[in-house]
C-alpha cells in the first residue's frame, strides 16, 4: 500500500503539469456537480422516506388538509370591530395574492361561503336518499304518513314557502315534502361542532369578530423551495395592507407549510452558523499550533476538497441531500481535518517526503476505513436524514484521505520547519506524554465515578415528544393559539384515515372507525369526534339500505303516499306537479356505487 502512494507521488513529480490539470480539473468537475445538487429542508425527513416507509407515510404526504394554510383578520378596535371592514381588506388580500402568486403557488382560496355548494349537497343527498336512510328514518316515514300527521306538515311547507325564507326553502321541501332527508341534512352541522364560527354577507367569522379565510397552496408543505416564496408573497402583501390602516388591522396566519418554511429557513441559519463556527474555531486553533501561516491552508483545502467530492458523489448516487445532513456533518470537519494536521505535523519531524508517505499511507487509511465504516452504516438505517449523513460523511473522509495522500505531499517538499516547536503545540505534546494509567488516585476516582452512575443512569429521561424538532417563531405560536381557541382545539386531536386499493374496502374500515369512535365516547375514552361515514356507507351496507327501501316501498304504499300527498298538497294551495321530484325520488331505481368517487361527492365534500 505505501509503495502504491510513492510511485503515484513519483509520477506525478515527474508530470507537474499532468498533476494541476488533475487537480484543477477535479476540482471544478466536482464543483459543477455540487451544483446540481438538490437540498431539502423537510423536516419529516427524519421520520420516514415516502418510498420506503410503507401506506402511512405515502397517505401522510398524499394528504392535502394538513396544508391548508387559516388567515386572521382582526381589528384593532376588539370591543367594536366593524365587519364590513374587515371583508374589504381581506377581499383586498386576496385580490393582492392571487395577483403575487396565482396559479404559480395557489390553487385557491376560500374566503366565503359557496351556495352552490350548499345546493350541491343537497342534491347528492336525495340523489342517493336510500342508502342513507335507517331503521328510524322509516319509523318516522310511517308515522309522517298517517292523514292528520300529513295534513300538519303540508300546513308547515306552505308557510315556509310563502315566507320570506321560501326562496331557500322550497328547493328542499319539492325534494323532501315529507322532511324524510332531514335527519340526515341535521348531521351536516357535526363537522361544525369544531368551528365557534357564524357566517356575515357570505363571510366566516368567530364569535369575538375576527375574519377568516383559508389558502390552499399549490405544493404540499415538504416542498419548502416553492411554499418559501409563497409565504414571502403572503407576509409582504400582510405587510403592504396593514401599513395603510394606521395599525387599525392586524392580519396573521398559520398553517403546515409556513410552520415548514420556517424550519427550513433556521436549518439552513444554523447550518451556516455551525459550518462558519467550526472553521473560525479550527482555523484559530491551527494559526496558534503550527507557525507556519502556509499551514492553515494545507490543513483547511483537503477538507474542501472532500466536501466537494461528497456533494459530487451525491449528486450521481442520488441527487439531492438534507440540509440538514449537511449542517450536521459540520461535525465531520475534525475528523476530516484531523487526517491533514496528521500529515504536515509529520512533515515538522520528516524531511524526506516520500518518507512521510511510507509512515502515513497505512495508518491514514486503515483509520480512514474504519471511520468511513461507522458513517456508511447509517445507510441502513430507515431514516433517510441519517442515511444523509452517512453518506455524506462517509464520501468526505474518502476525498479527503485521497487528497492527503496523493495531492497534499507535492505542497509540503520544504519541510521541515524551525525544530522550534510552537507554544500551544508543545503544551499539547507534553499533555499527550501523561500516562493516567499510572495515577492510581485518578484510576479510583474514575471506578468510584463509574459506580455511582450504576445507581443513576436509568433515572436519565428522553424526550419523546418528536413535534419538538419543529421550529416555530413566536408569531407562529400566538397564531396557533388562537386558532387552537377559535375551534376549540384545547387538545390534540387524532386524525384518522382509511386507505386501501379498493374504494369499497376503504369505505368498510372507515365505518368501521366511526362505529369504534362512537364506542369509545360513550366509555369516555374520547370527548368528541368528526366523521362522513354517513356519507360514504360501504358498498355491502348499500345493498342492504336498498333492500330495505324496496321491501319498504312496494307499489301499493308507494301510490297511495303519492295520492294522499298529492290531495292534501291541493288542499293547501300547491299545484299538483309541485312535488314531482319527490316522485322521481320514490320511482327511482338504486344500485350500490362508490359515492367517494362521484362528482356530487367531491363538488359536496372535496375540500
Not at 76 to 98: G, M, R, V, W, Y
Not at 107 to 119: L, V
Not at 314 to 338: D, E, H, R
Request: net charge neutral.
Amino acid at each position: 500500500m505505501e509503495n502504491f502512494f510513492v510511485r503515484i507521488y513519483d509520477f506525478f513529480e515527474k508530470h507537474k503539469t499532468l498533476f494541476f490539470l488533475l487537480l484543477v480539473g477535479s476540482m471544478l468537475f466536482m464543483l459543477f456537480f455540487s451544483l446540481k445538487i438538490n437540498f431539502r429542508e423537510d423536516i419529516s425527513s427524519f421520520f420516514f422516506e415516502k418510498k420506503k416507509a410503507g401506506r402511512d407515510a405515502v397517505i401522510f404526504t398524499d394528504f392535502k388538509m394538513k396544508d391548508r394554510m387559516a388567515v386572521i383578520f382582526s381589528s384593532a378596535d376588539t370591543l367594536h370591530p366593524d365587519p364590513d371592514f374587515l371583508i374589504e381588506k381581506s377581499q383586498q388580500f386576496e385580490k393582492i395574492l392571487n395577483n403575487r402568486a396565482g396559479r404559480t403557488l395557489i390553487n385557491q382560496i376560500i374566503s366565503e361561503i359557496n351556495a352552490d355548494r350548499i345546493s350541491q349537497t343537497v342534491d347528492f343527498i336525495y340523489a342517493n336518499l336510500p342508502v342513507f336512510m335507517v331503521d328510524a328514518d322509516y319509523r318516522y316515514l310511517d308515522s309522517i304518513a298517517q292523514p292528520d300527521a300529513l295534513e300538519q306538515k303540508m300546513i308547515r311547507n306552505y308557510h315556509s314557502v310563502v315566507s320570506p325564507m321560501g326562496m331557500i326553502t322550497q328547493e328542499v321541501i319539492r325534494k323532501d315534502p315529507l322532511g324524510v332527508g332531514n335527519r340526515i341534512l341535521a348531521q351536516l352541522s357535526i363537522f361544525n361542532q369544531y368551528e365557534n364560527y357564524k357566517i356575515y354577507d357570505g363571510h366566516i367569522f368567530t364569535d369575538n369578530g375576527d375574519l377568516l379565510i383559508f389558502i390552499d397552496p399549490r405544493y404540499g408543505m415538504s416542498n419548502t423551495s416553492d411554499n418559501d416564496k409563497l409565504i414571502t408573497i403572503i407576509e409582504n402583501t400582510i405587510t403592504d395592507i396593514t401599513s395603510l390602516t394606521n395599525n387599525q388591522l392586524n392580519i396573521e396566519y398559520y398553517g403546515g407549510p409556513s410552520v415548514a418554511v420556517y424550519n427550513a429557513r433556521q436549518i439552513k441559519k444554523d447550518m451556516y452558523t455551525t459550518v462558519n463556527i467550526a472553521l473560525i474555531v479550527i482555523i484559530l486553533f491551527i494559526l496558534l499550533t503550527f507557525k507556519n501561516k502556509r499551514a492553515v491552508s494545507l490543513i483547511v483545502f483537503p477538507v474542501i476538497y472532500g466536501g466537494l467530492f461528497a456533494l459530487c458523489g451525491i449528486c450521481f448516487f442520488v441527487g439531492q441531500i438534507s440540509s440538514i445532513a449537511i449542517g450536521a456533518g459540520a461535525a465531520v470537519l475534525g475528523i476530516a481535518l484531523s487526517y491533514s494536521i496528521h500529515v504536515i505535523s509529520h512533515s515538522n519531524h520528516v524531511a524526506d517526503v516520500r518518507q512521510i508517505i511510507k509512515d502515513l499511507a497505512k495508518p491514514l487509511t486503515i483509520g480512514s476505513f474504519t471511520t468511513i465504516g461507522a458513517f456508511l452504516a447509517l445507510l441502513f438505517t430507515s431514516s433517510p436524514l441519517l442515511r444523509d449523513f452517512g453518506l455524506f460523511s462517509s464520501l468526505s473522509l474518502i476525498g479527503t484521505t485521497l487528497f492527503c495522500l496523493i495531492f497534499l505531499p507535492h505542497f509540503i517538499k520544504n519541510a521541515p520547519e524551525s525544530t522550534r516547536e510552537p507554544w500551544l503545540l508543545r503544551k499539547i505534546e507534553k499533555l499527550n506524554s501523561y500516562h493516567p494509567e499510572k495515577n492510581k488516585w485518578l484510576i479510583a476516582a474514575l471506578m468510584a465515578v463509574t459506580v455511582v452512575s450504576l445507581f443513576f443512569f436509568n433515572d436519565v429521561k428522553f424526550n419523546s415528544d418528536m413535534m419538538l424538532l419543529n421550529y416555530e417563531p413566536e408569531k407562529l405560536k400566538n397564531t396557533r393559539d388562537k386558532l387552537e381557541k377559535i375551534t376549540g382545539g384545547d387538545s390534540d386531536g387524532i386524525m384518522l384515515i382509511a386507505a386501501s386499493r379498493d374504494a369499497g374496502t376503504a369505505q368498510e374500515a372507515y365505518a368501521r372507525i366511526g362505529e369504534n369512535l362512537s364506542g369509545a365516547i360513550k366509555s369516555g375514552e374520547v370527548e368528541k369526534f368528526v366523521s362522513a361515514s354517513s356519507f360514504v356507507p360501504p358498498p355491502n351496507l348499500q345493498r342492504v339500505r336498498i333492500e330495505t327501501w324496496n321491501n319498504y316501498l312496494t307499489a301499493e304504499r308507494k301510490n297511495l303516499l303519492l295520492q294522499n300527498l298529492n290531495s292534501e298538497a291541493m288542499k293547501q294551495g300547491f299545484a299538483p306537479d309541485s312535488f314531482f321530484e319527490f316522485s322521481a325520488i320514490l320511482n327511482k331505481k338504486y344500485a350500490p356505487q362508490d359515492l367517494s368517487q362521484t362528482k356530487a361527492f367531491n363538488a359536496s365534500f372535496g375540500d
